[in-house]
Structures are given as structure tokens and as C-alpha cells.
């Protein structure tokens, strides 16, 4: 079974630009892009079979991984416009 790719460079490929700019230059948005990639990492264990944790939680924390994907895309899209 494939397991989907959900990093944020993958997510919003027309960011990649901004992605790499704000992680670097932005602590905020670093901060946010970690907990993101941390928040995916771990589901893709869970997913891959490495961790078993309940289903609640894993549910919790794709939750977690949306609504840090929906503040980031509004952070890029904030950027792309300052930036345009």
C-alpha cells in the first residue's frame, strides 16, 4: 500500500518559494512548519504500521495536521500576495 505524501512542499507546490523563504526567515512560520512536519511524520508511522496508537488519537492528530495545513496555506497565501 502507498502511503500519500502530505509535507507541505507536496501540498502547495506553487509555494515552494515562499515555503523556503518564510522557514528561514520567519520564526512563526518555522515554528508552525515544524509542528506540521512532526504532526505528519508521526501519522505516516502510524500509517506505514510503526506505531499503533488508538484510533481517537491517530483521528486527533490528523486534526492536528489540518488545521496546522489550513493557518500555514493562509500564511503563504498572505506572503505570495505581499510578494506579488
Given at each position: 500500500?502507498?502511503?500519500?505524501?502530505?509535507?507541505?512542499?507536496?501540498?502547495?507546490?506553487?509555494?515552494?518559494e515562499?515555503?523556503?523563504?518564510?522557514?528561514?526567515?520567519d520564526?512563526?512560520?518555522?515554528?508552525?512548519?515544524?509542528?506540521?512536519?512532526?504532526?505528519?511524520?508521526?501519522?505516516?508511522?502510524?500509517?506505514?504500521?510503526?506505531?499503533?496508537?488508538?484510533?481517537?488519537?491517530?483521528q486527533?492528530?490528523?486534526?492536528?495536521?489540518?488545521?496546522?495545513?489550513?493557518?500555514?496555506?493562509?500564511?503563504?497565501?498572505?506572503?505570495?500576495?505581499?510578494?506579488?
Amino acid at each position: 500500500m502507498s502511503i500519500e505524501k502530505h509535507d507541505l512542499h507536496h501540498e502547495f507546490p506553487e509555494f515552494s518559494e515562499e515555503i523556503r523563504e518564510l522557514k528561514m526567515n520567519d520564526a512563526h512560520f518555522a515554528k508552525l512548519f515544524a509542528e506540521y512536519h512532526d504532526c505528519d511524520h508521526e501519522i505516516n508511522r502510524i500509517e506505514q504500521g510503526v506505531e499503533t496508537p488508538s484510533d481517537e488519537y491517530t483521528q486527533q492528530l490528523k486534526l492536528k495536521r489540518l488545521t496546522l495545513k489550513d493557518e500555514l496555506y493562509i500564511y503563504l497565501k498572505k506572503q505570495s500576495a505581499l510578494t506579488s
